[in-house]
């Protein structure tokens, strides 16, 4: 397994994530696109599924809230939001555990 720490935006099922097409993550997602996430309170598994470009029109909707979410850092020069391989990365959501105040529940 490989392991990287990402930031990323949860709505719906799914965790949305700004990262680069060429990017080693991305290789081993296309090689296997099963995936584990893992936070202070939940860990979880999905598949991670490239939603492409982020400036892509049928992106727009999901980008506008990334870069609300993420506005503190995401034009700090790291992101190239005029490169096609700047893209979003889904992964969503197939089974996990959230634990709150002791209590564990399954998803």
């Known amino acids: ?5 990402v930031n990323a935006y949860y709505e719906n099922g799914a ?3 700004i990262t680069y097409a060429l990017s080693n993550k991305m290789k081993h997602i296309k ?3 099963v995936v584990a996430i ?3 309170w939940f860990t979880a598994h999905g598949k991670g599924v490239s939603l492409g470009y982020f400036g892509k029109k049928e992106n727009c909707i999901i980008a ?3 870069k609300n979410v993420f506005a503190e850092w995401i034009d700090n020069g790291h992101n190239n939001f005029d490169d096609e391989n700047t893209i979003i990365l889904c992964v969503e959501l197939t089974d996990g555990l959230l634990l709150s105040h002791g209590t564990r529940f399954e998803f």
């Open 38 to 40: 893992a936070g202070e």
């Open 31 to 33: 090689i296997n696109p």
């Open 64 to 66: 506008e809230k990334l």
């Open 15 to 17: 965790f949305y994530i």
């Open 1 to 5: 397994p490989y392991v990287r720490y």
